[in-house]
T-cell receptor, first 119, second 114 residues
Framework: DTGVSQDPRHKITKRGQNVTFRCDPISEHNRLYWYRQTLGQGPEFLTYFQNEAQLEKSRLLSDRFSAERPKGSFSTLEIQRTEQGDSAMYLC?????????????????FGPGTRLTVT | AQSVTQLDSHVSVSEGTPVLLRCNYSSSYSPSLFWYVQHPNKGLQLLLKYTSAATLVKGINGFEAEFKKSETSFHLTKPSAHMSDAAEYFCVVSDAGGYQKVTFGIGTKLQVIP
């Protein structure tokens, strides 16, 4: 399967603990996105990478959250000192990118998500 | 700035009857628009996309959507619902711009009654 993969699929942690999630995008995609989805809501944008550069971060991404994509391939999302409000589905997506200009947009391909429960 | 409004949080149809899921958008630029479907415990799957080519877009599983700039709408339709269509559907807008930031609607849950 050459789709986007995420690990783990489920994570239960106690409040105050740190957690790290991994995303492996489609290999030829140089853009990678993280989203958070809570019950009854659509996914909300968290952050975005083009290759290894983190180019945009949402205000939703507090200083307890950090994301990396060190070699421009897989990415990790870490949450420090988790809170119950962090409980959500964390989605990763990838897409190709245009070299220049604003052309038509490629769709994003989503992974299955990591469901985080903070107790 | 961009936004998406999905006008119905729940839609219920009988199997074999038409499906209409409504979406209105707001965008400062010429947008790209997408519909994604999310089945329970599965990832988001692209149904179809509009990227300034034909205004009537055909997608997978018999779905289609029409981009109407004058109405700022991108409603999703299907002539005949199937039980397997029961899922949550998200309308998504992406402004022209550097990094393809997308904004999701809150979703419409489609129930198909046998």
């Amino acid at each position: 399967d050459t789709g986007v993969s995420q690990d783990p699929r489920h994570k239960i942690t106690k409040r105050g603990q740190n957690v790290t999630f991994r995303c492996d995008p489609i290999s030829e995609h140089n853009r990678l996105y993280w989203y958070r989805q809570t019950l009854g809501q659509g996914p909300e944008f968290l952050t975005y990478f083009q290759n290894e550069a983190q180019l945009e971060k949402s205000r939703l991404l507090s200083d307890r959250f950090s994301a990396e994509r060190p070699k421009g391939s897989f990415s990790t999302l870490e949450i420090q000192r988790t809170e119950q409000g962090d409980s959500a589905m964390y989605l990763c997506a990838s897409s190709p990118a245009h070299l220049t200009g604003t052309g038509p947009h490629y769709e994003q391909y989503f992974g299955p998500g990591t469901r985080l429960t903070v107790t | 700035a961009q936004s998406v409004t999905q006008l119905d949080s729940h839609v219920s149809v009988s199997e074999g009857t038409p499906v209409l899921l409504r979406c209105n958008y707001s965008s400062s630029y010429s947008p790209s628009l997408f519909w994604y479907v999310q089945h329970p415990n599965k990832g988001l799957q692209l149904l179809l996309k509009y990227t300034s080519a034909a205004t009537l877009v055909k997608g997978i599983n018999g779905f289609e959507a029409e981009f109407k700039k004058s109405e700022t709408s991108f409603h999703l339709t299907k002539p005949s619902a199937h039980m397997s269509d029961a899922a949550e559907y998200f309308c998504v807008v992406s402004d022209a711009g550097g990094y393809q930031k997308v904004t999701f609607g809150i979703g419409t849950k489609l129930q198909v009654i046998p």
